[in-house]
């Protein structure tokens, strides 16, 4: 099967796949087998420079309808992209002294890999900044929104993620944050490996696999931190084009669909603000289908007015 799949990546980036070898590729990509050929095929297309942007032809109306293909798509060149955006910035001395800021807008998402083969994948407005070159003692990011880290050799440089006054400290591999601007609380919740989860320098929480915390951000030190467990698949659905929402305030549920599909929703009874909610939805069922379901479960009624959403 690698080499299958080495044929069709390379397909792929000439952009002359065919809709079923196209979709095989996705497939392949989203079971999330073989990283290490990933990475592999990702760094010998940033090498060789070999990458023929894929446009919509007429036809391939497939290309457009799958939302979460295209996710895969827009992470892998993004990827490239971004590393070759990094070494041009670097041969001029750009990127030296600030190091690399790599943010995305509302509905988009970004596939990074850091300097030292860490996986990111940043979500819907967010901002990750870290260096051109990782310290030989610590490795250290800063995050602004929600990003899936799949971190590489943890057990032999720490690897520091830095959200305000939260800090998560890995001791494992890949695990979930979420920490947006004007959140009250920083959601931390591990895939696989432990974590150490640190506020002014007092540790709330040690997550393993299939746990997660919330850290208020307005609590002090002194209020324990309440750990839960999630199941392993739910972690990060976001980078399969789902949107998993379990037991979470109306409010916060809103604010991400925003952010997911670049709308505008006004919550008209604000009663519902902090009701709490459980659902699954995808993402290529669009804003509407998702904030009917919302509503659905809640009793509200939803209407589109001069292009927002309000919900009554």
């Known amino acids: 099967m690698p080499a299958r799949i080495e044929v069709l990546f390379k397909k792929f980036i000439a952009g002359n ?25 990702l760094q010998q297309v940033y090498e060789t420079g070999e990458v023929t942007p894929v446009k919509a032809m007429p036809g391939r109306v497939w290309l457009r309808r799958s939302v979460a293909a295209a996710a895969v798509i827009a992470a892998l060149l993004a990827g490239i992209w971004l590393l070759r955006g990094v070494h041009k910035d670097t041969a001029t001395g750009g990127i030296a002294q600030a190091g690399v800021k790599a943010a995305t807008r509302n509905a988009e998402q970004k596939y990074i890999l850091l300097p030292d083969s860490t996986e990111v994948w940043v979500n819907a407005a967010s901002t990750l900044e870290f260096p051109e070159q990782f310290d030989k003692k610590v490795r250290e990011v800063y995050l602004k929104g929600e990003a899936f880290f799949d971190v590489k050799n943890a057990d032999r440089i720490p690897f520091i993620v830095h959200t305000g006054d939260v800090s998560t400290r890995v001791l494992g591999t890949s695990f979930n944050i979420k920490a947006y601007p004007g959140q009250r609380d920083v ?3 591990v895939k ?17 696999m299939g746990q997660r915390v919330q850290i208020g951000l307005d609590a002090g030190i002194s209020v324990p931190a309440i750990i839960k467990t999630t199941k392993e698949e739910d972690v990060a659905v976001w980078t399969t084009g789902k949107l998993v929402y379990d037991d979470l305030p109306l409010q916060m549920i809103l604010e991400d669909i925003q952010r997911t599909y670049n709308v505008s929703i006004r919550l008209q009874n604000v009663k519902l603000e902090n009701e709490r909610v459980r659902t699954a939805l995808s993402r290529s069922d669009g804003p509407t289908r998702a904030l009917e379901n919302i509503c659905e479960l809640l009793g509200a009624r939803l209407t589109l007015k001069d292009g927002i959403y309000v919900i009554e």
């Open 17 to 41: 796949c065919s809709q079923n070898e196209y979709e095989e590729l996705m497939d392949y990509l989203q079971s999330n087998q073989d990283e290490a050929l990933v990475r592999s095929m």
């Open 187 to 189: 959601v931390v919740a």
């Open 192 to 208: 696989r490996g432990k974590v150490q989860v640190v506020k002014k320098d007092a540790i709330m929480a040690t997550l393993e």
